[in-house]
Structures are given as structure tokens and as C-alpha cells.
């Protein structure tokens, strides 16, 4: 079992910034990769951003390419997402999840957190 919490979610208005945190805990050792989805209102859930957890490499959404950087923490176990230049389509609940594997398909993650509001106002 991994236990998943995100924070750093808030209200912010266009144009601003925000970083979100992922803290992991239990089996960890096990996970490949982790990344970031967000979820809006009436809408499904979308691929933000993710990381391998040996060797950092990144994979990001085309939305947020250029405004949001992935990053983690092996020592602390904890992944973020620093988001810069927020548009209000940013506006979604943040999740973070862990898989085998490096991928944007929600359906390969295994383990979710909680999730983390954030609204960007215009």
C-alpha cells in the first residue's frame, strides 16, 4: 500500500503561481513513476504531468508545457508541481497517483491521493 497526500492548493488569480505537494508514504519502494492529473467540474479526468522516480524524467500534458514543472524529492519522498502563468482553465482539483510505469493514461496509475483544489479567477 501507498498513502498519498497532495497540499499547496488555493485560489490565486491569472497570471500567478502556485506549487503543489505530493508526499508519499508506505511501500514507495515499489513505484516507477508518479504524475499529476486534474479533474474539473462535469469534465474527465486529464494528464497534467509525470516523473520517474530514478532518473527524473519528465512527461507533460501540451496544456501545460512551458508553465508547469514536475519535480520530486527522494530523500523526502515527495513529488511537486510548481504551476506558473495560471490560466483560469487551470482550475481543478489536483491529484497525484504512482505507477509502474511512465505514462499520461489515468487507467495504468494505481495509487491516488485525496486531491487538492485549486482555482485560478480571472
Known amino acids: 500500500q501507498v498513502q498519498l497526500v497532495e497540499s499547496g492548493g488555493g485560489l490565486v488569480q491569472a497570471g500567478g503561481s502556485l506549487r503543489l505537494n505530493c508526499a508519499a508514504s508506505?511501500?514507495?519502494?515499489?513505484?516507477?513513476?508518479m504524475g499529476w492529473f486534474r479533474q474539473a467540474p462535469g469534465k474527465e479526468r486529464e494528464f497534467v504531468a509525470a516523473?520517474?522516480?530514478?532518473?527524473?524524467?519528465?512527461y507533460y500534458a501540451d496544456s501545460v508545457k512551458g508553465r508547469f514543472t514536475i519535480s520530486r524529492d527522494n530523500a523526502k519522498n515527495t513529488m511537486y508541481l510548481q504551476m506558473n502563468s495560471l490560466k483560469p482553465e487551470d482550475t481543478a482539483t489536483y491529484y497525484c497517483?504512482?505507477?509502474?510505469?511512465?505514462?499520461?493514461?489515468?487507467?495504468?496509475?494505481?495509487?491516488w491521493g485525496q486531491g487538492t483544489q485549486v482555482t485560478v479567477s480571472s
Open positions: 497517483a504512482t505507477s509502474s510505469i511512465l505514462t499520461g493514461t489515468a487507467g495504468q496509475y494505481d495509487y
Open positions: 508506505g511501500r514507495t519502494f515499489r513505484t516507477y513513476a
Open positions: 516523473i520517474t522516480w530514478i532518473g527524473g524524467t519528465t
